[in-house]
């Protein structure tokens, strides 16, 4: 079997290579040529998997190491009888990281506290659940903007999906102090989220915002946003991680931008595991159907074996300032979004090519989730905001040990 993967999947070798032949190439410069042969192609986002890349070859599976899909032509792919498999929620909890190391950055550089701003979400998939109920384990005041999910959720034939979600309109999520962009990229269909924050839609942002943007670039008209930070004086705090037209990206808006990322937003290094494995189950599934003699617990298990632990198993957190101070302390001491904006600026001073981006992605610092590691603080209130953002705190720990005692 020949499987063509993406160069920047990690373990993709290490993993698929007991299956077939595997070829590591550069999923951007993809092209019918490379994958005319190939029975399994293995990509990430930035491979556009379409009828042009895929008519006339021998590929029966593709699997996509990632959340989103929009670079997926799926009508295509079931058209042609191509199977497919996705990494749903994969990097969810790296997405949350960003978001909160994005707030840790704002308070500690610029002061801009957060924990007491009301919070609003657009899109309540995995990544968007996961950042509220970090946000309500905080005990923040969220509301959510996903008019799909709300369906669902008043649908009397349905289960509820979340009894306390507070589910608002677009303008009442506009309203809030943070604003978190974590929908789909979407071209069509009742609510297409392309332009979704558009001129009109920014007009009812208020001066002092908090834009974390890590959806898809696309979502935000870039040009309507730039145009609104000039009239609120520059008192709009954005944290930029996708981009319009990726890799290349808009360089007013990077100058603007209180932190900006190449699409690193998911990047820990267990979300970007977690991606390759589920891509990696999803192909052991495939091929058990159709009876190749894999048994799909062996395979399971060898895949787990290439989740990573974190590097810092521990740290100890002087209870000085206030919670803000004492989260955002923790939170940088596992993950400093700054240093992936300082990356990004340097490299971008040097070289403003738009491979600049792909380099940024392709030699990216690992980092590990917050769930990684434990927190000892000597405040028991400290512990419960470090259990809210995923961390473990000793007083978990000993709670769970008297658990099982
Ligand atoms: N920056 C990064 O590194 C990453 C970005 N992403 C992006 O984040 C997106 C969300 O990820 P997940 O939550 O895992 O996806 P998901 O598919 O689980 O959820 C997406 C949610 O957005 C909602 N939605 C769709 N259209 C909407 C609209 N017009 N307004 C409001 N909500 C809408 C859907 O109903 C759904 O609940 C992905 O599609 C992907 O594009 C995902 C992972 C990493
Ligand atoms: O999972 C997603 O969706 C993402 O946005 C990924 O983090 C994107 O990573 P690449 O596939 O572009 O490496």
């Not at 498999?85 to 840790?104: I, K, W």
């Not at 931008?257 to 970007?272: E, L, V």
């Not at 990684?372 to 007083?395: G, N």
Request: hydrophobic share 40%; glycine share 8%.
């Amino acid at each position: 079997m020949n499987i063509i993967a993406d160069e920047n999947m990690p373990n993709a070798e290490a993993l698929f290579s007991h299956l077939g032949q595997v070829t590591l190439v550069n999923g951007r410069t993809l092209t019918s040529a490379l994958v005319k042969n190939a029975d399994v192609l293995l990509v990430r986002s930035v491979t556009k998997v379409t009828e042009e890349l895929l008519a006339g070859s021998a590929v029966k599976f593709v699997g996509s190491a990632t959340i989103g899909v929009d670079h997926i032509d799926l009508p295509y792919l079931a058209k042609a009888s191509i199977a497919f498999t996705s990494a749903p929620g994969c990097n969810a909890e790296a997405v949350a990281d960003y978001v909160f190391s994005g707030l840790s950055h704002l308070y500690m550089t610029k002061k801009q506290s957060w924990l007491t701003k009301k919070i609003g979400i657009v899109g309540y998939g995995n990544v968007g659940k996961t950042v509220y109920q970090r946000f309500a384990g905080l005990g923040c005041d969220v509301c959510v903007y996903d008019p799909f999910k709300e369906m669902e959720q008043s649908d009397p034939n349905r289960n509820a999906i979340d009894d306390n979600v507070r589910f608002v309109g677009l303008d009442d999520v506009l309203a809030c102090g943070v604003i978190c962009l974590h929908a789909p990229l979407t071209a069509s269909g009742d609510y297409p989220t392309q332009n979704m924050i558009s001129e009109q839609a920014l007009a009812l942002i208020a001066p002092g915002t908090i834009i974390v943007s890590a959806g898809r670039g696309g979502i935000i008209d870039e040009p309507a946003l730039i145009e609104r930070h000039r009239q609120l004086n520059g008192n709009l705090h954005l944290v930029m991680d996708v981009w319009k037209g990726e890799p290349s990206i808009n360089k007013d808006l990077l100058h603007i931008a209180d932190i900006a990322t190449p699409h690193i937003a998911g990047y820990s290094k267990q979300g970007r595991e977690k991606g390759t494995l589920m891509v990696y189950q999803g192909l052991c599934q495939y091929l058990s159907k159709l009876n190749s003699g894999l048994s799909l617990d062996k395979e399971a298990v060898l895949g787990e074996t290439f989740l990573s632990k974190g590097w810092l198993s521990h740290i100890n957190i002087q209870n000085y300032g206030c919670f803000e101070e004492v989260l955002a302390r923790g939170i940088q001491a596992v993950y400093d979004v700054a240093r992936d904006d300082a990356r990004l600026r340097f490299k971008y001073r040097e070289n403003t090519a738009d491979s600049t981006f792909d380099w940024l992605r392709k030699h990216y610092v690992e980092r590990d989730e917050f769930n990684t590691c434990t927190v000892s603080t000597d405040d028991i209130k400290a512990d419960r905001l470090f259990e809210a953002v995923s961390f473990s705190t000793d007083s978990l720990h000993d709670s769970l040990v008297n658990h099982k005692k």
